[in-house]
Nanobody
Framework: QVQLVESGGGLVQAGGSLRLSCAAS????????MGWFRQAPGKERDFVAA????????EHADSVKGRFTISRDNAKNTVYLQMNSLKPEDTAVYYC???????????????????WGQGTQVTVSS
């Protein structure tokens, strides 16, 4: 059974930064693509960023390009989301997700990801 535990969320002023972490356990983390999604109240869960198993390829949603960066440390079984220049519209619960196909390419679709964390709240005040 795969477990994903997010941390690093909180309250920050607009223009500030946060770094989210997602610690994985339960299987060979380094062979699976990982993603970050977010969900604001009353809205659907949206893609934020994803990274291949090796970390060699990443993709970011247009709304966060140039501000957010996804990365991973396979030695620590952890994926990160560095968020800079935060805006009030970034306020949401952020979820970490893991693919279930080894060595798969990146997907921006939530349905491709099998395992999900419990989420961490990010609130950006204006």
């Amino acid at each position: 059974q795969v477990q994903l535990v997010e941390s690093g969320g909180g309250l920050v002023q607009a223009g500030g930064s946060l770094r989210l972490s997602c610690a994985a356990s339960g299987r060979t983390f380094s062979t699976y693509a990982m993603g970050w999604f977010r969900q604001a109240p009353g809205k659907e869960r949206d893609f934020v960023a994803a990274i291949t198993w090796s970390g060699g390829n990443t993709e970011h949603a247009d709304s966060v390009k140039g501000r957010f960066t996804i990365s991973r440390d396979n030695a620590k079984n952890t994926v990160y989301l560095q968020m800079n220049s935060l805006k009030p519209e970034d306020t949401a619960v952020y979820y970490c997700a893991a693919d279930s196909v080894r060595f798969a390419t990146i997907s921006t679709t939530a349905s491709r990801y099998t395992y999900w964390g419990q989420g961490t709240q990010v609130t950006v005040s204006s």
